[in-house]
């Protein structure tokens, strides 16, 4: 499996960005995906959840970014996005994209970088 994220950006506070995150190597339309889910490092600091979408689409948020972000996935494009409004400084970090499958092989993308800042 390969994960290839795009769409960082550097945006001002209450912007807003898309992330994709196309996978190749697997199909989302079988049932082989346990999770996909997205993740942020900020410099310094540790790799956070940011949020994550089952294979039959239940969604879990972090609560920093609850209401702000939406994950969502398009099985027929083979890609998983994640839309961010109402962008902040503190969501400034590398997002990387996550998929584990149902035989427990993890993998992820290189990373996109975000950056909040007027």
């Known amino acids: 499996v390969q994960l290839v994220e795009s769409g960082g950006d550097l945006v001002q506070p209450g912007g807003s960005l898309r992330l994709s995150c196309a996978a190749s190597?697997?199909?989302?339309?079988?049932?082989?995906?346990?999770?996909m889910g997205w993740y942020r490092q900020a410099p310094g600091k540790q790799r956070d959840l940011v949020a994550t979408i089952t294979s039959r689409d239940s969604t879990h948020y972090a609560d920093s970014v609850k209401g702000r972000f939406t994950i969502s996935r398009d099985s027929a494009k083979n890609t998983m996005y994640l839309q961010m409004n109402s962008l902040k400084p503190e969501d400034t970090a590398i997002y990387y994209c996550?998929?584990?499958?149902?035989?427990?092989?993890?993998?992820w993308g290189q990373g996109t970088q975000v950056t909040v800042s007027s």
């Open positions: 996550n998929l584990v499958t149902t035989d427990g092989q993890n993998s």
């Open positions: 190597g697997i199909l989302f339309s079988r049932s082989a995906i346990s999770a």
